[in-house]
Structure formats: C-alpha cells, structure tokens
C-alpha cells in the first residue's frame, strides 16, 4: 500500500462490504462529521445512521451505514457496522416502500416504543434513498 492512500475495510456479521485502497474517507460519527486523509493521526468514532463517502482515484463511492463504529491508524481503515450497503447496490424501489411504511406506522403508531422503531425504521430507509441517489 503507498503512503498516499488508505487501506478501508467495511465489515458487516455476514460480509466484507467493501475493501480496497482509496484517497480518503468521510463519515459521520455521533458527534459530527468527519474526514480522513492518508497519515492521518490514529482515530476513532462511533457511527451515525448516515452515508459515508470514499474517494477512489478520483471516483465518488457512497455506503448507507447503519451506525457501527470507524477506527484508523497507520493508514488502514475499519468501518464496523450491522449494516452497510453500495449506493450502487441498493434497490431504491425497495427503499422507497420501505420509507413509505416506516412513515405509515409512524401515523399510526400507538405508543411512543412504536414510534421510536418507526422513526429508526424511516432513518435507516433515508439513508439508503440518499446514498442510492448519489451514485
């Protein structure tokens, strides 16, 4: 691996996601966004339910990240997380059905456990509709 680039794993319970060599990353953690370039210094952050970009020669890559946790060091980057998923990879029909019903229980829901699992539901609908679109 040459110095001017970053070594990125995205690692799901059942896959790697993505590995390769790229330019840099940005994602958001739970305290804000951030970027990281080659040499960075040593760094770590928990996850939001958002997109992460990757710069790849040049080339845009987007995931939908569903929280998990982002460490770096040394040049090699790790994104661990319950679920991520290629904005190129993503079916926007079913992610749009899925934000339609998540927003259905949210009119309907009950109580405020239903609407806490309907909002997370549409947060995680969300973010795939918008990594999807930014392919």
Known sequence: MSEKKIHLKVI????????????????????GSF?????HVPFMSALAVDTAKVVKNGEEIFFSIIGGAFQ?????AIILTEVAELGTDIDTARA????E?????I?????QR???????ALARAMVRLKAASKR
């Open 96 to 99: 749009e059905l899925a934000k």
């Open 114 to 120: 239903d609407i806490k699992l309907a909002n997370a």
């Open 35 to 39: 970027g990281i370039l080659p040499n």
């Open 107 to 111: 009119a309907s829901a009950e109580t």
């Open 72 to 76: 770096f060091k040394k040049n090699e």
């Open 101 to 105: 019903r998540a927003e259905a229980k």
């Open 12 to 31: 799901t319970p059942e896959k790697i996601v993505f590995e390769d060599d790229v330019d840099s990353i940005t994602a958001k953690g739970i305290k």
